[in-house]
């Protein structure tokens, strides 16, 4: 019923005028639950998007069409945006990747501040959402696939290890083996002293399985920081920053 409902306020337009009280209420009811095995659910394309609706209406409808991935109502917001991209210094980024881009909102930011001799794509299992990053960001790759590829897709892209992962995937409602086999997955493709960047939303740390994934990322991670709770986005979120180890030295094997 619920579904029906927001189906119809999509249909007339209504998606764009639902406030921010009642979208962080729906988040709360709606982004939590845990996706099932496998990694991506390969949704049939049934009509092409239409670029006139809003990017908003568009992830509204993608989460519509599959919670357990999109994982939320609404793309982020600038605020967040910006948290995710400043703390890396891009004038050293040789290549970088995005995983989950959604409508675009970081993928922009991304290609501002990456040197133009850097290597860079994205990773976005849903068509219609890759298309819409494709068309915001003409300058970016966007790969239609799964990240549990992303070893393939580096091949594909002649990379063969990357300086930077921005991620953008719900972690908060994967299964235990989900979260780990994509980290692990992810971290097959990060150079040794590599950055891995990520968002968690505020109210989501309540739950067991935003818990589960912050201690898999100080287990898997020598370096893990949060920064401040970005308060201006919807809903509110924070941003985990995190660094590959080093490579063992030669003296210590
Ligand atoms: C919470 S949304 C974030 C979108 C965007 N980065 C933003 O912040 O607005 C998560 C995105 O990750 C994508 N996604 C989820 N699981 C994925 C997977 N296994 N491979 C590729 N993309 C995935 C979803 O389709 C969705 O676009």
């Not at 009280?21 to 049934?46: D, G, M, N, Q, Y």
């Not at 409808?61 to 939320?72: D, E, H, P, T, Y």
């Not at 860079?120 to 990053?133: K, Y």
């Amino acid at each position: 019923m619920r579904l029906l409902r927001l189906e119809l306020l999509i249909e007339n337009g209504l998606a764009e005028r639902l406030n921010s009280f009642a979208l962080k209420a729906i988040h709360v009811s709606f982004a939590f639950r845990e996706a099932s095995f496998p990694a991506c659910k390969k949704e049939k394309r049934t009509q092409p998007p239409h670029f006139m609706a809003s990017p908003n209406s568009h992830f509204l409808r993608a989460f519509l069409r599959n919670k357990s991935q999109v994982g939320a109502l609404t793309p982020s917001g600038d605020k967040l945006a910006d948290a995710m991209v400043d703390w890396i210094d891009w004038s050293s980024v040789k290549s970088a990747v995005e995983f989950g881009p959604g409508t675009g909102v970081f993928t922009e930011k991304i290609l501002t501040r990456l040197r133009p001799d850097s290597k860079f794509f994205a990773v976005e299992q849903d068509e219609h959402l890759a298309d819409i990053t494709r068309a915001r960001c003409p300058g970016a790759r966007v790969h239609t696939d799964c990240v549990s590829n992303i070893s393939a897709i580096c091949e594909k892209e002649e990379i063969d290890k990357v300086d930077v992962v921005i991620s953008g995937l719900p972690w908060a409602v994967f299964t235990p083996e989900l979260q780990k086999e994509l980290l692990v997955e992810m971290k097959s493709v990060l150079k040794p002293g590599g950055k891995f960047v990520t968002f968690a939303y505020l109210q989501g740390m309540l739950l067991p399985a935003a818990q589960r994934f912050r201690k898999l990322l100080n287990d898997e991670f020598v370096d893990v920081h949060q920064s401040k709770v970005v308060w201006g986005n919807v809903p509110p979120a924070f941003v985990y920053r995190s660094v590959r180890e080093d490579a063992p030295s030669m003296a210590a094997e």
